[in-house]
């Protein structure tokens, strides 16, 4: 494999896509993060809108989505956090001649 090749896979979004979903995952979006977060939310909201905008309990149950989506953020926020923390703490044993297992 070449070197090249590596660097071509080496973005955050197909590291993430890796362990979350144990694949490579698709082609890298590059667009910014408000960007992409936007446009799904946008969309999913419509969607509720469309699906849900009758019912007499249609703003709990707004507040329920938004409130969900809120603690999404939250959870994946922390496990990223810890990740991090995980492989920083994998590099820095490495890099002081520790376990080679990584």
């Given at each position: 494999?070449?070197v ?8 955050l ?12 995952g ?17 969309r ?7 699906c ?5 309990h ?8 938004v409130?969900?989506?809120?603690e999404l953020?939250?959870?994946?926020m922390e ?14 044993g ?6 080679d297992?990584?």
């Amino acid at each position: 494999m070449k070197v090249e090749e590596i660097f071509k896979r080496a973005y955050l979004q197909s590291i993430c896509d890796y362990l979350l979903c144990g694949s490579s995952g698709s082609e890298v979006d590059q667009r910014p993060y408000h960007v992409r977060l936007k446009e799904k939310r946008e969309r999913a909201t419509e969607r509720f809108h469309e699906c849900f905008s009758k019912s007499l309990h249609y703003e709990d149950a707004m507040e329920d989505f938004v409130a969900y989506e809120g603690e999404l953020e939250t959870v994946y926020m922390e496990i990223g956090l810890q990740i991090g923390l995980f492989i920083g703490a994998q590099m820095c044993g490495r890099m002081a001649g520790g376990d080679d297992s990584m």
